[in-house]
């Protein structure tokens, strides 16, 4: 038997090498194997044995960034490990334009300040980027064969209206750009705002008018000028220049002889402590004098302090009180009550009056039913007394509610609170007011869970209507001065008459209203008042006596 040895020492020579590759966005995979490498890079290899393998082994960092160059390595190696490399060129350039379309112009009765919440975006003059999830929202579309980014700014142009020139531009990651512009109009009027102005006092020289507001808007005032001649408050009209878009503003100025130097509430002090200067300008601006100059606390009580203004302010004198303690009480809203076990608030270490201090105990205890006391012991130097209060954990909180009702027949009524008065919320059965029947009806409400409170029930009364009852009234004589038509009727009923009075100058009927005030559940009522013309009695010329005799309602006494 004779052995045969075969022995290739030949490498592989690439006959024919792939085509270098061109793609406008992405990295090509590499070839897998020797099949893709014939199949999809059209590359031809000899080797004597013709059995050969293809493997990648890396690609370079690329170099440049449009285009982008890229070499890949390949290792073709035969069945002993004869091998030759083979480098690709792979070149990225995107050279197609990504494009781009804009939302709608738009007009908006607004200022700038409004127009992110109108449009989605912000006023900004610096390039920003969109996200693609918003593109739909905002109106966007943008197309692009490889990867892009959206980005807008604005410029501001104009006065009255302000228009918004919004530029949207597309970008690929070669520099290709497309952009598009939308116009946005803002049509809202300022009103412009002033420095408060005065007030002056009588015959003083005055302030100009400012010719600028704080806006910035110009305009023209009349009156031109402040006139401090005639005490009392007088307006004047400012107008913007045109194309401020602003509107037309009035403001009051007093003229005055007294002004009253203002001051906020000084005090108390406590004994003997060291009390703060006295202010020598008032709070609305008077400069003046204290009598005394100082405060003094060396005696507990109220002592008076006048400030007198300095000469030509036209301000008087004001006396104010300061209180001397040696005993400041702290102050605490009612605190409670809690429902048993529940989580209660931290105690306030600052009372209503502004006195620190800490509590003993130290936390509301929720674990027992009961009231308990808890004691604020102030801070040291505020010369505060201790003071107790008393906390309630109850299990049972009762609603609590105003009287409601009584309403009248068939009024609307108003609805009924879904919070009580000690605020326990809930719902009520029935849920309103019925007023179609007289009578009292029960109304039940219901404490919603988690508030330890009990359900409670009130009667509300639904009241008939009322007919006013009233005397009779006249009838009155033509031209006699009638009597006064009565304000309450003779069941109590208060009200109003149309007319207001009876008039007696022409004969005949005449209707009168009466109205009640309202809360009375009574209704209007109508009645005819007569006025006769006066007639002279004609009599025969004998009698045996003279009668009583009385004719077209007269009587007359012989």
């Known amino acids: 038997m004779e052995n045969i ?177 939308q116009e946005i109009k803002l049509l809202q009027l300022t009103i412009p705002e002033f420095e408060p102005i005065g007030p002056y006092c009588l015959n003083a020289t005055p302030d100009l008018l400012p010719e600028i507001s704080k806006e910035g808007i110009k305009g023209t005032w009349n009156p031109a000028t402040i006139d401090t001649k005639t005490k009392g408050t007088k307006t004047y009209i400012f107008t913007p220049d045109a194309d401020q878009c602003a509107t037309e503003v009035l403001i009051d100025i007093e003229i005055t002889d007294e002004i009253k130097p203002l001051f906020t509430a000084i005090g108390p002090f406590c004994l003997n402590s060291a009390a703060p200067a006295l202010s020598l300008i008032s709070e609305n601006g008077i400069k003046g004098t204290w009598n005394p100059a100082g405060i003094e606390t060396g005696t507990i009580g109220t002592k008076q302090y006048t400030f ?118 809930g719902k009520w059965d029935p849920v309103k007011v019925a007023t179609d029947k007289v009578g009292t009806f029960t109304y039940t409400f219901t404490p919603d869970p988690g508030q330890c409170a009990v359900p409670v029930s009130i009667d509300i009364e639904i009241s008939d209507e009322i007919q006013p009852v009233l005397a009779e009234i006249g009838p009155f004589c033509l031209n006699s001065v009638p009597t006064e038509l009565p304000v309450v009727s003779e069941n109590g009923l208060t009200g109003t008459w149309i007319p207001a009075i009876v008039v007696t100058d022409k004969v005949g009927k005449d209707n009168y209203t009466f109205t009640p005030d309202p809360g009375q559940c009574a209704n209007p009522v109508t009645i005819d008042i007569e006025v006769f013309e006066i007639i002279t009695p004609a009599f025969c010329h004998t009698w045996s006596a003279l009668p009583q005799h009385r004719n077209s309602g007269i009587t007359c006494n012989f």
């Open 308 to 425: 007198a203004p300095d000469p030509s302010q036209c301000a008087v004198p004001v006396t104010i009180d300061i209180e001397i303690t040696d005993e400041i009480i702290p102050l605490f809203a009612n605190t409670g009550p809690f429902c048993l076990n529940s989580t209660a608030p931290a105690l306030s270490l600052v009372s209503d009056n502004g006195i620190t201090g800490s509590w003993n105990p130290a936390t509301i205890e929720t674990g027992v039913l009961g009231t308990k006391s808890y004691t604020f012991i102030p801070d040291a130097g505020q010369c505060s007394l201790p003071v107790s209060i008393e906390i309630e954990i109850t299990d049972e909180i009762k609603p609590l509610f105003a009287n409601l009702g009584p309403f009248c027949l068939n009024n609307i009524a108003p609805e009924l609170p879904s919070v009580s008065d000690n605020n326990i919320s």
């Open 5 to 181: 040895i075969i022995h290739d020492k030949l490498a592989p020579v690439i006959y024919r090498e792939p085509k270098n590759i061109v793609s406008a966005c992405f990295i090509p995979k590499p070839y897998k194997n020797r099949e893709e490498f014939e199949l999809l890079g059209g590359g031809v290899v000899l080797d004597n044995c013709n059995n050969y393998t293809v493997k990648f082994i890396s690609d370079s960092e690329p170099e440049g960034l449009c285009p982008s160059i890229i070499k890949r390595t390949y290792l073709i190696a035969d069945m002993c490990d004869n091998s030759k490399e083979y480098i690709q060129t792979i070149t990225i350039n995107d050279s197609i334009a990504p494009t781009i379309s804009c939302p709608v112009d738009e007009v908006f009765d607004a200022g700038i300040d409004k127009l992110e919440e109108l449009t989605g975006l912000a006023f900004v003059e610096t390039e920003q980027q969109i996200l693609p999830a918003n593109f739909a929202i905002l109106g966007i579309t943008s197309t692009d064969n490889c990867l892009f980014e959206v980005t807008y700014s604005d410029i501001k142009t104009g006065i009255c209206p302000v228009v918004i020139t919004r530029t949207f531009v597309v970008t690929d990651a070669c520099g290709n750009k497309d952009e598009c512009k």
